[in-house]
């Protein structure tokens, strides 16, 4: 099993931008899909983005579409979310998560079988 450590979370007021940061170790890069999820207190997690990364195909909840970019640096075994236009539903544990696959399934939430220890993100009105 690979290991994801992810980096980057912070306060930001309503507007602002973050990027979040995600080194994966232990997997072949080519057959892998990652992806950010993040949880709010009391809620459930959630699933917001996630990158096919043989070809890079990214794929968007609707919640965060047009806002979040998820990209990745194979040189660097790292994958980035990208969080513009912040508002505070956005305040919650961001979590990088990964499961191995042929297919470019990333926005199959279900699938994601191995996960960091999460970063939190906090945005202020």
């Known amino acids: 099993q690979g290991q994801l450590v992810e980096s980057g979370g912070g306060s930001v007021q309503t507007g602002g931008s973050l990027r979040l940061s995600c080194v994966v170790s232990g997997y072949t890069l080519g057959r892998l899909c990652v992806g950010w999820f993040r949880q709010a207190p009391g809620k459930e997690r959630e699933g917001v983005a996630g990158?096919?990364?043989?070809?890079?195909?990214?794929q968007y909840a609707d919640s965060v579409k047009g806002r979040f970019t998820i990209s990745q640096d194979n040189t660097k075994n790292t994958v980035f979310l990208l969080m513009n236009e912040l508002k505070p539903e956005d305040t919650a544990m961001y979590y990088c998560a990964a499961h191995s696959t042929v297919w470019a399934n990333c926005d199959s939430w279900s699938r994601y079988d191995n996960w960091g220890q999460g970063t939190q993100v906090t945005v202020s009105s």
């Open positions: 990158i096919f990364t043989n070809h890079g195909l990214a």
